[in-house]
């Protein structure tokens, strides 16, 4: 494996980390609410939509937008049709309920509570998008 150093830029990375860190973190320290996707969207869904949930998904359909318009987005290119994507949202969605959450519910808020069953959550997440990127690129290229 090789890193394309001109092309490595962490520094956009590093800062959405830190803000969805922050952002959590001002959830759980200013309302006692986890910041777990499928939690909140599964209370909107449920129609026991509180005010914070509303603002919560709201912020994360405006924010793009917000971004996209400062066009500060770098280019983007989909290598999958709208059947492939349709399936896998699927296979995402039934995957957050087995697992009881997201990646961003455990990965940002279980482990930082220090959950056993979000450290097996984010390793089961993890390994399975592990082997997934070696099989398509690597183990099932002739």
């Known amino acids: 494996m090789t890193i394309d150093w001109t092309s490595f830029t962490p520094w956009s990375a590093l800062l959405g980390g830190a803000l969805i860190g922050i952002a959590a973190s001002l959830l759980a320290l200013g309302a006692g609410r986890i910041a777990g996707i499928s939690g909140i969207v599964g209370g909107l869904v449920g129609g026991k939509a509180a005010r914070w949930q ?18 500060l987005m770098p280019a983007f290119v989909l290598e999958a049709g709208p059947g492939m994507q349709i399936v ?7 995957g957050t309920r087995y697992a009881n959450g997201c990646t961003s519910g455990h990965g940002v808020c279980g482990l930082s509570r220090l959950s056993l069953r ?5 390793l089961a997440f993890m390994g399975a998008g592990f082997v997934t990127v070696y099989l398509l690129r690597h183990a099932l290229i002739a």
């Open 54 to 71: 509303l603002a919560f998904v709201a912020g994360l359909l405006i924010a793009p937008l917000g971004w996209l318009m400062l066009a």
């Open 88 to 94: 896998a949202g699927l296979l995402v969605g039934i």
């Open 118 to 122: 979000s450290l097996v959550a984010v």
